[in-house]
């Protein structure tokens, strides 16, 4: 596999709980490498378009809400294999499903307040990471 770019979000019930370093800890002791980060408080708009897939999902309005009730840190996350391998420290949507030793699991509250937001794919990968970043605040 080659090396990939991931987008990340450290969700609001995280930062609210001073649980960041925690978390990147876990994605630095997996391989993973932070070339972006900002901490950033989302407007609705923004919510609203980044989860726009989830849109006709019953829980999109309670998504939204969540998402902007406190700060987030937005990442881009580099290493081999990164969209897996960030999917794989996330651990299961829901943390009652998520593995031993998973950020889900070990921080999650809910299948909401999960912790993470993680890139399912090349393709969303790349969508996601320049909803937030310019080409010049990724440093590799
Ligand atoms: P993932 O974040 O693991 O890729 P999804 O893309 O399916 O999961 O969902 C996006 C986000 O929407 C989840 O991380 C979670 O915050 C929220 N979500 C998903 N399913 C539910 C649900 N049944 N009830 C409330 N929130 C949900
Ligand atoms: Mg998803």
Redesign the pocket.
Known sequence: MAVQRTFSII?PDATKRNLTGKIIAKFEDAGLRVVASKRIHMSREQAEGF?GV?KD?P?FG??VD?MISEPVVVQVLEGEDAIAKNREV?G??NPTDAAEGTIRKEFALS????SV??S?AEETAAEEIKFFFNDDEIVG
């Open positions: 969700k989860y989830h999902r829980f309670e998504l969540f996330m299961a949507t299948i909401g307040e999960n937001h993680g399912d």
